[in-house]
């Protein structure tokens, strides 16, 4: 006999967006009225089997809702009926109407059936018709799209067991239907006879496959397998590489991945070049739970070697072993590596392995990291990429060590700390450059060790009227340890053991003052600052290694020390002076202005005696009155900013050295501009300005396509240093570029690169790139 019962509940379901939790359990509880024991409990050791790979908790409330209830006692059988939604654990149900068969312990979904599984994956089909234990079944019309947006579709599927479903006539991608078409074919897709997805593996396999690009079929094989875009590391082919290189003839890279184990894997990279041979590459990595390392192993037999000839590639075999690692002692130590071994200069270089560098740095470290203090130390060995430079004139750091401290109390109600740093270096020849008529010693020959430690002190007061005071304090002392000095210049000290000491005291004034105009806030902060030591001592007596470098411009105005290194320090009495300007607006805008200058009070003044690298000299602090520096910068909620920061001769107000750039990006537009400006140096042999200007833009002028462009030119050479013009098309399943970029030389043992490039990703499946690269003159 056939009844139907048509509740109100079920009337009232209609409503199901503002239904709470309680109505459902009510609605549930209804229907559960009307329906023998057993075949309830079935219904729900069913509904857990076929929506649920893995059963939920049985405490797990099961809510149905639908317009309608029929029950069919004789044939035992249940129907929900109408906008039918049934939620069971995490798992989503919903149908035009949904039948349970317990003599046939199947479940079958008939009419829109959508499928929402807790892992995210969304199935939607016209017909599901599954068994109770979901071993087995079919699926009419199918559709599948996983949170990592791979879809699958099928006129039919069968489901053989918990972790494998079987697609007939199957199509797999990770592009969206085309809105305005949806029966349109995506931009690409496989197609296949059958298609196979187990869930377990990760791992989709496909029979009598045929690749198509826009609707185009391009490749067809009889067996094809592929990770699906959840899985990260699957053993297979990836996609080749190909192209043509000027000096080695044409090329191409087959490439396989293989990852036996989950801690484990190796790439191998071998390439065919027509006028070098084979060239063997091969990447090996692996993660010991504590953390990870690689080894990179690469070696060719040239088959003509007379190519690289004059150069320190002319030899019959080249190679390199590279290894890069991290490994985590404990959660404040780390011990790492970063180390390569050359056959030669050039062969990096050569086979388009590394970018086009100076000089490649091998280190090994060790590093701690605790709440108040720090340490470092790590050896360095620079391999040299070019045979302009000789590596016997490159220092060897064995090794620089660095400790900092800070105080764990308040010392006199300041501020404690301690700086150590130990370098020991040794260099076999030594390095000097000459340079209009100027010759600077940047590196002395043979064996160099100095311990420096540096214990300093500061306190903030802010006195009545918003007055900011900052007295501090340091005491530095340097022992230089120089066993080896066999032709090192005449004017290094000549004892084997050098000391030096700088004690310093000194005190910071600022006056930050507060206005308000409106919406707009406005700090102006006027700043003195006083610091008072003696000369510095042994001034070209000493090497000098790292402390070349020295840039005056607003960023190091209020440094007590203004060398960058420790091989040099600041002596003499000298009062830091100027303002600083910053603007906040209510719409988010905001600018910022500084300037100000230096003056020498007291004392020798460290940067107008010259050392062996001329540093300090021509810096616009080697006078009384140094230069004036200043900066301006503008911020924007637009996607805009600029600075600008300069320094002006102090008689003269000539511009001296500038640096501008600025960035922005409004709507489908995107760029940036960076100009540099050095003047003249007399003291290290420069007698000309230079000047630099950087640009790069972009432009997005359709749906998925955009065109851009950098460049960096030299103004004073007037040529082009280097500069590239890209063409892209990325949506979400593909992205492809066209790229042309031109390099000129930048050493003197190269020449200007030009490259084609064309690069392709279908994602998820495979990417590749073809190129073209030629390094004539």
Request: charged share 25%.
């Amino acid at each position: 006999m056939r009844r139907t019962v048509q509740s109100a509940y079920w009337n009232d379901s209609l409503n199901r967006a503002t239904r709470t939790t309680g109505l459902r359990a009510a609605l549930l509880a209804s229907v559960l009225l009307f329906i023998p024991t057993s075949m309830t409990a079935a219904l729900a050791q069913d509904l857990a089997s076929n929506l649920k790979i893995q059963k939920p908790d049985d405490n797990s409330p099961m809510l149905v809702e639908a317009d309608q209830m029929v029950y069919d006692y004789d044939n035992e059988r249940v129907s929900a009926v109408g906008n039918v939604q049934i939620y069971y654990g995490d798992y989503t149900l919903q149908a035009d109407k949904v039948t349970y068969d317990q003599k046939s312990a199947r479940l079958i979904a008939d009419g829109s059936v959508r499928i929402t599984e807790p892992s995210g994956n969304v199935m939607t089909a016209n017909f599901i018709d599954i068994t109770e234990d979901f071993r087995s079944g079919f699926v009419r019309s199918l559709r599948v799209q996983t949170p990592e947006k791979a879809r699958f579709a099928a006129d039919k599927a069968e489901r053989r067991d918990d972790d494998t479903v079987v697609f007939d006539k199957g199509v797999y991608t990770t592009c969206e239907p085309c809105r305005e078409n949806p029966k349109k074919s995506p931009l690409w897709q496989i197609k296949a006879s059958r298609i196979i997805y187990n869930s377990k593996d990760k791992m989709v396999y496909y029979k009598a496959a045929k690749f198509e690009f826009m609707g185009v079929p391009l490749l067809y094989t009889p067996y094809l397998a592929h990770p699906d875009p959840s899985r990260k590391r699957s053993s297979g082919f990836l996609a080749p590489r190909a192209g043509m290189n000027s000096d080695l003839g044409y090329y191409v890279t087959p490439r396989y991945f293989w990852a036996p184990s989950d801690s484990y894997d190796v790439t191998f990279s071998p390439t065919y070049y027509s006028k070098q041979g084979f060239l063997a590459n091969a990447t090996w990595r692996q993660h010991l739970g504590i953390g990870e390392y690689n080894v990179r192993v690469a070696g060719i037999s040239q088959q003509d070697k007379e190519a690289f000839s004059g150069t320190s590639g002319d030899k019959t075999f080249r190679g390199a072993v590279e290894s890069v690692g991290e490994l985590n002692l404990s959660d404040k130590w780390k011990f790492g590596w970063d180390v390569s071994l050359l056959s030669d200069k050039l062969f990096l270089r050569d086979y388009k392995l590394i970018d086009d560098v100076e000089d490649k740095r091998s280190t090994i470290y060790l590093v701690g990291q605790g709440e108040r203090n720090y340490f470092d130390a790590r050896a360095n060995y620079y391999n040299i990429m070019t045979d302009s430079l000789n590596q016997s004139e490159q220092a060897v750091v064995h090794p620089s060590i660095d400790y900092n401290a800070y105080a764990k109390n308040p010392i006199l109600g300041g501020e404690g700390r301690l700086k150590v740093n130990s370098t020991s270096i040794t260099r076999d020849d030594e390095t000097q450059t000459t340079l209009g008529g100027v010759t600077r010693t940047e590196g002395v020959s043979g064996t160099y060790n100095r311990t420096s430690v540096d214990a300093s002190w500061k306190r903030k007061f802010v006195a009545p009227g918003g007055q900011v005071i900052t007295p501090f304090t340091s005491l530095r002392g340097d022992v230089y340890w120089m066993p080896s000095k066999s032709g090192a210049p005449a004017a290094l000290v000549d004892e084997n053991v050098a000391l030096r000491g700088m004690p310093t005291v000194g005190v910071d004034y600022r006056l930050p003052v507060l206005v308000t105009a409106g919406n707009t806030s406005h700090i102006i902060e006027p700043i003195a600052q006083v610091v008072v030591r003696p000369n510095e001592t042994l001034i070209g007596e000493l090497p000098n290694d790292d402390s070349q470098s020295l840039i005056f411009d607003d960023t190091i105005l209020f440094d007590p020390d203004k060398f960058s290194g420790y091989d040099r320090v600041e002596g003499g009495t000298r009062a830091n002076i100027g303002f600083q300007y910053r603007m906040q607006m209510a719409n988010g805008w905001s600018a910022n202005a500084l300037a100000g200058r230096s003056f020498q009070l007291a004392g020798r003044n460290s940067f107008a005696t010259n050392d062996l690298t001329s540093t300090g000299l021509d810096s616009g602090l080697d006078k009384k009155r140094s230069d004036y520096v200043a900066r301006v910068g503008l911020n924007t909620t637009k996607g805009i900013g600029a600075i600008a920061r300069g320094r002006f001769d102090s008689d003269t107000a000539a511009l001296k050295y500038a640096s501008v750039s600025a960035s922005g990006s409004y709507d489908r537009y995107t760029g940036s501009i960076g100009y540099a400006f050095t003047d003249k140096r007399p003291s290290a042999g420069i007698t000309e300005v230079r000047q630099e200007i950087t640009t790069a833009a972009s432009i997005k002028f359709a749906d998925f396509w955009s065109v851009g462009g950098s460049s960096q030119y030299d103004i004073t050479g007037r040529g082009l240093v280097s500069g590239a013009l890209k063409l892209k098309y990325e949506d979400e399943c593909f992205a492809v570029s066209l790229k042309y970029s031109q390099t000129r030389e930048t050493y003197s043992d190269t020449t200007s690169d030009k490259t084609v490039m064309l690069q392709f990703d279908f994602k998820s499946l495979a990417d590749g790139q073809i190129s073209y690269s030629d390094d004539s003159d």
